[in-house]
């Protein structure tokens, strides 16, 4: 299938976003969509200072991510050394006697079922049991 020829503005506009792939990520979050785009650099220009202005808030916002994952990081680890490894043992004690006590209630509950069961069935246990000669 041959390619078709695009008109030279739609051409270089395609230039123009290669060497400003932020524009593209703008366009990806539905920020704004390629017809605006195409239409503002269009009336604009290349050289208007809002692309590099959109540029600039891009790296911006993504040097505060980068900030903010290092911030939650040092939280973390922060918290891990001001840990008192007595303090963890003794909750992990109690999670796991928390634990032994609700296993121990549900299997309680399990019992009482498994038995009603077991007692409302007066046939034998296995049903196809058979006599040997």
């Known amino acids: 299938m041959a ?3 695009l008109h030279p503005s739609v051409e270089k506009f395609k230039e123009f976003v ?3 792939p932020d524009l593209a990520q703008q366009v990806r979050k539905g920020e704004t969509t390629w017809q605006e785009m195409f239409e503002e650099w269009y009336l604009l220009g290349e050289d208007d200072p809002r692309w590099n202005t959109i540029s600039d808030n891009i790296k911006d916002k993504k040097n505060e991510d980068k900030e903010q994952k290092t911030d939650w ?3 973390i680890m922060g918290a891990v ?3 008192d490894p007595a303090q963890v043992q003794g909750q992990m004690n109690n999670i796991s006697q928390a ?3 609700i296993q121990g ?3 309680q509950f399990q019992g009482k079922a498994g038995g009603s069961q077991g007692s409302n ?3 034998p246990s296995n049903p196809f049991s058979f006599r040997k000669d």
């Open 18 to 20: 290669k060497e400003h």
């Open 99 to 101: 634990l032994g006590a």
């Open 105 to 107: 209630v549900l299997s």
């Open 3 to 5: 390619k078709k020829k």
């Open 73 to 75: 990081l040092g939280t």
């Open 81 to 83: 050394k001001n840990m």
């Open 121 to 123: 069935n007066s046939g």
